[in-house]
């Protein structure tokens, strides 16, 4: 069972607005939990980072919050743009271990003008 | 933008061909990683590496082998290519520890 869990599998959302994508994980110990953008045909690229203390955590347009005792991120998009449409995938790390990560299968997000 | 690159972007190849991917980074990054990636799943680690002359399996099987003969450089070989082996492929590396891991393009391989 993978231990990353994001929802929803695909959203289709109108330029302009606002969305909310979310990630649950069960990985533990836990070290940190990443967003990734990827855009088809791509290589993903790092949005935030987030460590256990952290609860909240900016990049432009995106923000991620973490709640580290009930195991869940969520990425939030402000004023999406044509070029937000891609897949968001929530990456979590196991602690001590340095190829102990956990990939979700990511939200697949389309933005229509 | 990282600094990470893959060739081929895409290739198309024969049953039973032999094929390497190229990885290449500049950042000095001693670990490094391959994983393979099928359209709308997620990503599943194949192969890595700790630094020169270190090579580890990764969670999912692979019938590919690699190669870290230089930090900046990891190739992944296949020795003879099958339809199964379609796939994405991605590359990656990241500093000591758990630093940010950094992603190439992607190579689309398609066995026919």
């Known amino acids: 069972k993978n231990q990353v869990e994001q929802s929803p599998q695909s959203l289709i959302i109108l330029e302009g607005k606002n969305c909310t994508l979310q990630?649950?994980?069960?990985?533990?110990?836990?070290?940190?939990l990443r967003w990734y953008k990827q855009d088809t045909g791509r290589g993903p690229v790092s949005l935030t980072i987030?460590?256990?203390?952290?609860n909240t955590k900016s990049n432009g347009r995106y923000t991620a919050t973490l709640d580290a005792d009930t195991k869940q991120s969520s990425l939030h998009i402000t004023a999406s743009q044509l070029s937000d449409s891609a897949s968001y995938i929530c990456?979590?790390?196991?602690?001590?271990?340095?190829?102990?990560?956990?990939f979700g299968t990511g939200t697949r997000l389309t933005v229509i003008p | 933008e990282a600094d990470i690159y893959q060739t081929p972007r895409y290739l198309v190849i024969g049953t039973g061909k032999k094929i390497t991917l190229e990885c290449s980074q500049t950042?000095?990054?001693?670990?490094m990683y391959w994983y393979q990636q099928d359209p709308g799943m997620e990503l599943h680690l194949i192969h890595y590496?700790?630094?020169?002359?270190?090579?580890e399996k990764g969670d999912l099987s692979s019938e590919s082998t690699v190669s870290r003969i230089r930090t900046e450089h990891f190739p992944l070989t296949l020795e003879s290519a099958r339809p199964s082996h379609t796939s994405q492929y991605l590359c990656?590396?990241?500093?000591?520890?758990?630093?940010?891991?950094?992603f190439g393009p992607g190579t689309r391989l398609t066995v026919t």
């Open positions: 990630c649950n994980y069960t990985v533990s110990p836990f070290s940190n």
């Open positions: 987030m460590t256990f203390s952290e």
């Open positions: 990456v979590v790390s196991e602690y001590g271990g340095a190829n102990n990560l956990f």
């Open positions: 990656a590396s990241s500093e000591r520890g758990l630093g940010e891991q950094y």
């Open positions: 950042m000095g990054h001693d670990k």
């Open positions: 590496s700790y630094g020169v002359n270190s090579t």
